[in-house]
């Protein structure tokens, strides 16, 4: 049968899969929404598998909660994506330095 | 093997590799398509672990929304540009390093036997009779209704954030201008004309 413990190696490699694609599109914004979805996923396996395994339902209540917050952050972001790409006529993240010191 | 151990396998086999190939895919729209895969393996890991409500849910929301608005995005926008690939191997060996360490820390904690079959245990396996939802909206609407309500109005406050941002034009809804109603002159708002008698008489 299949331990908690493989679950969550499965959502750990997956979430270091994530950091790495963080550090690899670095110039990417749109590759570094999308590996920060990644990782939230990962996250959220790890959740529903201690709720499975725990018998405990509050874990899923999380990732639901999580879910909201993802996809709220997503709209968000894309729409700061759109205007600096409006603004700028690049998403390349090195373009951006205004506040740079 | 079991059958549902066969099936981890395979899922788990898809989540990694389509995650491997999004993140070092070059097209960032074969990318969002790699990730909308991962995130149907992922869908059925938690159909696996008896959660049906949040795997119907991550399909629906996740896939038909969010990966939807990510397509739109980098469909609208010059995502292509060759400044963005031509860094892609800089920071290959940074990222190598950061995920090893984490993985070797992970696996530091994994591999001491905690979360092991012996320690934990199978859950009690529930009957046919069971509804993942109606335990899930059991919880949701009693114990946490009041953070249920509060992501409605993150939502809501979200919608109107990306409107807000993105809105360009001005939108044809009559407002106030308040400066030109105190400027108003006694002439601009009334007219004065001079009626003829004769045609006033003319019409009696």
Redesign the interface.
């Given at each position: 049968?299949?331990?908690?413990?493989?679950?969550?190696?499965?959502s750990?490699?997956?979430?270091?899969?994530?950091?790495?694609?963080?550090?690899?599109?670095?110039?990417?914004i749109?590759?570094i929404?999308?590996?920060v979805?990644?990782i939230l996923?990962a996250v959220?396996?790890n959740f529903?598998?201690f709720?499975?395994?725990?018998?405990d339902?509050?874990g899923?209540?999380f990732?639901?909660?999580i879910?909201?917050?993802?996809?709220?952050?997503?709209?968000?972001g894309?729409?700061?994506?759109?205007?600096m790409?409006?603004n700028r006529g690049?998403?390349?993240i090195?373009v951006t330095n205004t506040l740079k010191g | 093997m079991?059958f549902?151990?066969i099936l981890?396998y395979v899922f788990?086999l898809f989540?990694?590799g389509s995650?491997?190939v999004?993140?070092?895919s070059r097209n960032?729209a074969k990318?969002?398509l790699w990730?909308i895969l991962?995130?149907f393996s992922?869908a059925s890991?938690?159909l696996?672990?008896?959660?049906e409500?949040?795997a119907i849910?991550?399909i629906l929301?996740?896939v038909g929304?969010?990966m939807v608005?990510?397509m739109f995005?980098?469909k609208?926008?010059?995502?292509e540009?060759s400044?963005?690939r031509a860094?892609?191997t800089r920071?290959?060996p940074?990222?190598?390093f950061?995920?090893?360490v984490?993985?070797v820390q992970?696996?530091l904690v994994?591999n001491a036997?905690p979360?092991?079959?012996e320690t934990?245990?199978?859950?009690?396996q529930h009957g046919p009779s069971y509804s993942?939802i109606t335990?899930?909206a059991q919880?949701?609407y009693t114990v946490?209704v009041y953070?249920f309500e509060l992501?409605a109005i993150?939502?809501l406050?979200?919608?109107i954030?990306?409107i807000t941002?993105?809105h360009?034009t001005q939108l044809n809804s009559k407002k106030q201008n308040i400066t030109e109603q105190i400027n108003v002159q006694a002439k601009d708002r009334m007219r004065f004309a001079s009626i003829n008698k004769k045609s006033t008489k003319g019409s009696k």
């Open positions: 049968m299949i331990a908690l413990s493989d679950y969550l190696i499965l750990s490699i997956v979430f270091c899969i994530g950091l790495a694609g963080i550090f690899i599109n670095r110039t990417n749109i590759m929404l999308m590996c979805e990644l996923a959220n396996t529903i598998a709720s499975f395994y725990g018998s339902l509050a899923q209540i990732v639901f909660f879910l909201t917050v993802a996809a709220a952050e997503v709209a968000i894309l729409a700061i994506l759109t205007l790409y409006r690049s998403i390349d090195d | 079991e549902t151990s981890f788990s989540f990694v995650s491997l999004m993140i070092t960032t990318a969002a990730l991962t995130f992922a890991l938690w696996l672990l008896e959660a409500f949040l849910t991550l929301i996740y929304a969010v608005l990510f995005v980098i609208m926008l010059d995502t540009a400044t963005l860094q892609f920071y290959l940074l990222g190598i950061v995920s090893l984490v993985i992970m696996a994994l036997g979360f092991d079959l934990v245990g199978l859950p009690d993942n335990a899930i919880q949701l946490y953070p992501a993150l939502l406050i979200a919608i954030a990306a941002l993105v360009r």
